[in-house]
């Protein structure tokens, strides 16, 4: 499932990344690359600096925590620290999978799910959309500032060229509770048929017959 969510950051968060930003390092993205895609990179990252990552991370995780579609459509279970990643023109990400497992430096896990967090305003920079392979062919995806895209971690897909501004985005890969995008998006769209019944008709007996068909099914599933 490709899902855009509206809104992860709002205009003072944007501004408060942007002012941690602005002080930053930024170093060839290659260095964090595996082998293939080396290849096909050509980005730069901002370096790692310990004290400015707590504050970003802050910031980030801060609002996905409270985020309900986030939270519904990934089912987290870890997260891997963001990567700050900027395009100027003439750079580009070929086609690529993500890495499978996560966290050099920490405890590892499986990327499950990938996601985009769009930092600058689409119409400040030309080009640099990522395009997400699909059995529905490719998908084109340029976001207002503030709102992210989701996509298992599994799919192929490429940045296209910047040709004008700056591409400014926030990258992180989760390891979901439940492994399956097919499962994901099958208790995504159960749960929201379950908010709105336990909206509309607490009372109702169909109502209690899908909230404990929902949890049981991620008990069911779900991995710890
Ligand atoms: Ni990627």
Redesign the pocket.
């Known amino acids: 499932m490709l899902l855009k969510i509206q809104g992860i950051l709002n205009q003072a968060q944007l501004e408060k990344i942007d002012e941690i930003l602005g002080e930053a390092e930024f170093v060839d993205g290659r260095l964090t690359a595996g082998m293939a895609a080396r290849r096909v990179k050509n980005n730069q990252e901002m370096k790692q600096e310990p004290k400015r990552m707590e504050l970003l991370v802050r910031i980030l995780v801060g609002s996905l925590a409270h985020n309900d579609t986030f939270n519904s459509a990934v089912l987290p279970y870890r997260m891997a620290d963001p990567i700050f990643a900027r395009y100027q023109p003439g750079m580009t990400?070929g086609d690529?999978v993500?890495d499978a497992i996560m966290g050099k430096s920490g405890p590892r896990f499986r990327s499950d799910v990938?996601m985009t967090v769009f930092l600058r305003d689409p119409e400040s920079y030309d080009g640099g959309e990522l395009v997400i392979r699909t059995a529905f062919g490719d998908q084109k995806v340029k976001l207002p500032a503030g709102d992210a895209v989701i996509y298992p971690s599994s799919s192929l897909?490429h940045v296209a060229e910047v040709t004008r501004g700056e591409r400014l985005v926030a990258l992180t890969w989760i390891q979901s509770h439940v492994r399956d995008p097919a499962r994901r998006e099958l208790l995504h769209e159960l749960n929201q048929a379950r908010e709105q019944l336990l909206k509309d008709a607490p009372a109702q007996q169909t109502t209690a017959l899908v909230d404990r068909s929902f949890s049981n099914l991620v008990r069911m599933w779900a991995e710890i």
């Open positions: 990400y690529h993500d990938s897909h």
